[in-house]
């Protein structure tokens, strides 16, 4: 009996003993660590600045949701909902009127917004937002990350074997009309444009798988040209819950909000309604408790 206690207790300390050494080993200090071992960390590579094809260092906005009422400033009165006219076919409140009181607040909420998507050259930013359909920014940001590494150039986009590059994009989602829309555009680009991406929408257009909505991106995010506002799906939504337009079709609904912002504001306000609709007004649960506009938006608490 007392040998296997004696048995216990041995095993017991030296178990102690064990769990002691391992202690000191994890929690050595910086000061105590080995001069290579500083060096190795010194010499980690930080992440890259991102960059727009400018080439001008920026910061991305932060993915982060709104869990309380932010605090604004307001310096446009706006009209209440009740007073508001009502759209000739929809007959919901046409809040149009209100644009300038909501537009000022939601400036201030995400004040110079930024693109999420990782580029540096106006081909990337092409080939970035082709991949970004149905999916998201994230995933295309991991996807892109190794694809811009191996294709380098627009002749490189063209020759690539498109198995190959199927599989490098398989995790975007519709990834054999992808790679179709992304390899034709650079075949288009060199046959004939030069090899130069065009800074048109009538030209960006007809290149495979580029519609207005894309065409709007490459040209603000990749040449600073303001032709036209980007509706993906929270432009779309956003702008029918908020009033700003009645239609569904994404043309009409960008012409109605051309008429509402300022040219040089076009590219902000798309990122400010998308980032609006990622963080507080979500398509299944909106938040309309934290919403700083809630009292001049039709569709709150519905």
């Known amino acids: ?27 050595k200090t910086p000061a105590t660590q080995s001069k290579s071992a500083k060096k190795k960390i010194e010499e980690t590579p930080r992440p890259a600045a991102f960059k727009k094809s400018a080439g001008k260092p920026d910061t991305k906005t932060p993915r982060q949701t709104v869990t309380e009422m932010p605090v604004v400033k307001r310096t446009i009165q706006p009209i209440p909902l009740f007073e508001l006219p009502k759209f000739p076919i929809s007959k919901k409140p046409d809040n149009r009127p209100n644009f300038n009181a909501i537009w000022e607040i939601l400036q201030q909420l995400y004040p110079k917004p930024d693109v999420e998507l990782d580029f540096e050259t106006p081909f990337e930013v092409l080939a970035a937002t082709i991949l970004s359909a149905q999916c998201t920014d994230r995933q295309v940001n991991t996807v892109t990350k190794v694809l811009f590494k191996k294709y380098k150039t627009i002749e490189d986009y063209a020759t690539a074997d498109p198995d190959e590059f199927g ?7 519709f990834f054999n009309s992808k790679t179709k829309h992304v390899i034709g555009s650079a075949n288009m680009i060199l046959k004939d444009f030069g090899g130069i991406v065009p800074e048109t929408m009538e030209e960006l257009t007809k290149l495979p798988g580029v ?4 065409a709007n991106i490459v040209l603000s995010r990749g040449f600073g040209i303001n032709d036209g506002i980007a509706v993906d799906t929270h432009v779309k939504r956003l702008t029918n819950k908020i009033g700003f337009t009645e239609h569904e079709d994404p043309e009409k609904i960008e012409q109605d909000l051309m008429k509402l912002a300022k040219r040089e504001e076009y590219d902000d306000l798309s990122l400010t309604l998308i980032f609006h609709g990622r963080r507080v007004c979500d398509a299944k649960k909106p938040r309309c408790d934290v919403c700083a506009i809630q009292d001049m938006c039709p569709s709150a608490f519905v």
Not at 167 to 173: A, E, F, P, R, V
Not at 211 to 214: E, L, M, P, S
């Open 211 to 214: 519609g207005r909505k894309t």
């Open 1 to 27: 009996m007392a040998t296997k206690k004696e048995t216990k207790t041995e095993a017991e300390s030296k178990m102690k003993t064990k769990v002691e050494t391992k202690t000191k080993t994890v929690s």
């Open 167 to 173: 599989k490098l994009i398989y995790s975007t989602g």
